[in-house]
């Protein structure tokens, strides 16, 4: 399994991964010129590090993961992310559709699409949102 995970992984970086994480840490970038967003593009590096190997990862609500509420899963969670969706997250959602779009062309893309597909949902709302390993 792991072995296939690395093959995806390779295919996937080579065929969109890479410039879709290299967009991710540039909005990061964006969010940290900004002292007020330094909370935004720490998410956009964990995120973009996810973009680049997304294969034996996947993303899961905080809440559903620790069991309780935190900064990022209550109200203010949630004006961050609308803010969120304007300013980014609506850019890179395009940038993965466009992406999921071209694999789905052809039969051996389909997981990469689907995978894309994945990364917009979480790209429009990312706060509250951590990575984990698949077990």
């Known amino acids: 399994m792991a072995v296939l995970r690395l093959i995806f992984n390779i295919a996937w970086f080579v065929l969109g991964g890479f410039v879709m994480g290299l967009a991710w840490w540039l909005a990061g970038i ?3 010129i900004s002292i ?4 935004f593009g720490r998410a956009c590096f964990v995120i973009g590090e996810m973009t680049f190997w997304p294969f034996g ?3 899961i609500s905080r809440r559903h993961l620790t069991g309780r509420d935190d900064l990022g899963t209550g109200a203010l969670g949630m004006v961050g992310n609308i803010i969120w969706f304007f300013l980014f997250g609506i850019w890179l959602a395009i940038g993965h559709l466009v992406h999921a779009l071209a694999c789905f062309v052809t039969i051996i ?11 917009a949902l979480l790209s429009l ?4 949102q951590t990575v984990v390993a698949k077990a």
């Open 30 to 32: 964006l969010c940290f």
């Open 36 to 39: 007020i967003g330094i909370p």
């Open 57 to 59: 990862q996947e993303q």
């Open 109 to 119: 893309g389909i997981p990469f699409g689907i995978q894309h597909l994945k990364l």
């Open 125 to 128: 709302t990312p706060i509250g």
